[in-house]
């Protein structure tokens, strides 16, 4: 099995940061893609950044200069790295990857259950 675990939200003032973690654990052969979705109630779920496994970073243009994404290939984490955080950046942000598990030869993408980010004053 894999498991994505994410971790670091909370409840943070507008113009705050916050640190995002998400880890991939269990049988992994190979990882593709890595990234951060977010869904805030009553919306739908909305991509807001990732990484290719070439490195190749994206944003969303609702968080770019704001956020920052970054991957620990060695540790199979990736970061986001949240600043000048504002209102409706409020949403509960999951972790999502494509993994090739050990033994299979094929990838799937896997989610994690999600942090909840609140900006409020």
């Known amino acids: 099995q894999v498991q994505l675990v994410e971790s670091g939200g909370g409840l943070v003032q507008p113009g705050g940061s916050l640190r995002l973690s998400c880890a991939a654990s269990g049988s992994i052969g190979s990882i593709n893609g890595m990234g951060w979705y977010r869904q805030a109630p009553g919306k739908q779920r909305e991509w807001v950044a990732g990484s290719t496994n070439s490195g190749s970073t994206e944003y969303a243009d609702s968080v770019k200069g704001r956020f920052t994404f970054s991957r620990d290939n060695a540790k199979n984490t990736v970061y986001l790295q949240m600043s000048s955080l504002k209102p409706e950046d409020t949403a509960v942000y999951l972790c999502?990857?494509?993994?090739?598990?050990?033994?299979?030869?094929?990838?799937?993408?896997?989610w994690g259950q999600g942090t909840q980010v609140t900006v409020s004053s």
């Open positions: 999502t990857a494509n993994i090739q598990r050990r033994g299979l030869s094929y990838p799937s993408d896997y």
